[in-house]
């Protein structure tokens, strides 16, 4: 079973271990020649920072020891997700020809509440921040509007913190899944989330603070959206004039992936209106 969340860096990061530990299946069958060309060009790559940079023992010692204490902190999978994927994310979705992905990060946990075209976020009674209605269609790359395609959002709350990965937050706090109707329209009712900090109590935050870099994401909204014959695509979206949107640690920020909301039609809270469009699979 999961470890109770805990805010620390080592409470997060193990729950964060564990469940993409949970989601990874058995070793697919070993390409020799693909492993050794990447692992041979990485390494190099390694050694020559080493020599330009005339890197000392004592600095290779500060190495080992740090690797060491990520994999003590559970904080791999953030450390990955927040200084690598978005290479890994660029290469994967270079061809796509519809709505522009971004990275996954730590944070994801498939099987949220379901919903049909206009739902609610699972969210507290007293929950903070500003309401904020996400609504949109989801279509194939000619225009066609797509029922039932499945549209999964994550986010962080007010203060920063996703559920299951913080303690004293409900299971599925602002984590849904919208199933679109016959005209392809999703709408989901949320808060807006806070920029998320990382944990500065950990490895991480330690190599942040060490290299006097910050710790901060613009705040974001992740989702998943997929349907039968097309491709599923990952990515994020981010509030227009936000802080860190122009500097976020972890690089996955895109021009075409910023929001402009507007005050609400109902009077209360910001709405904002972002179409999906899926490529065939
Ligand atoms: C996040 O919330 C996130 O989205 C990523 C990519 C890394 C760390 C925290
Ligand atoms: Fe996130």
Redesign the pocket.
């Known amino acids: 079973a999961p470890t109770a969340p805990n805010p620390t860096a080592a409470g997060s990061g193990r729950n964060a271990t564990e469940r993409f530990a949970q989601k990874q299946r058995s070793a697919a069958e070993v390409d020799h020649a693909r492993v050794s060309a990447i692992a041979t060009d990485a390494l190099s790559a390694l050694h020559e920072v080493i020599r330009e940079h005339q890197v000392t023992y004592d600095e290779y010692d500060a190495l080992k020891a740090w690797l060491i204490r990520v994999g003590e902190d559970g904080e791999w999978p953030?450390f990955l997700?927040?200084w690598i994927?978005h290479v890994v994310e660029e290469v994967a979705n270079a061809s796509r020809e519809g709505t522009t992905g971004s990275?996954e990060?730590?944070?994801y946990i498939p099987g949220s509440p379901e919903f049909r075209s206009e739902a609610t976020l699972p969210m507290r009674e007293d929950e903070k921040g500003t309401p904020f209605l996400f609504q949109g269609t989801v279509t194939d790359l000619e225009g066609e509007p797509i029922e039932d395609a499945r549209v999964e959002l994550w986010h962080?709350d007010a203060d920063g913190y996703?559920s299951q990965f913080a303690p004293g937050i409900p299971e599925w706090n602002l984590r849904g899944t919208i199933r679109t109707g016959p005209d392809g329209r999703f709408a989901f009712h949320t808060v807006r989330p806070a920029p998320?900090q990382?944990p500065t109590d950990g490895s991480c935050g330690a190599l942040i603070a060490a290299a006097g870099w910050h710790p901060w994401?613009p705040a974001?909204l992740?989702l998943k959206v997929s349907a039968p014959g097309k491709q599923l695509i990952t990515t994020?979206l981010y509030f227009e004039g936000g802080s860190h949107v122009e500097d976020d640690v972890?690089q996955?920020v895109k021009p075409e992936l910023i929001l402009r909301p507007t005050p609400a039609a109902s009077g209360t809270g910001e709405e904002v209106t972002y179409d999906f469009a899926l490529d065939p699979a």
């Open positions: 953030l997700d927040v994927e990275i990060g730590p944070y962080a996703y998320y990382i994401r974001h992740h994020q972890a996955a």
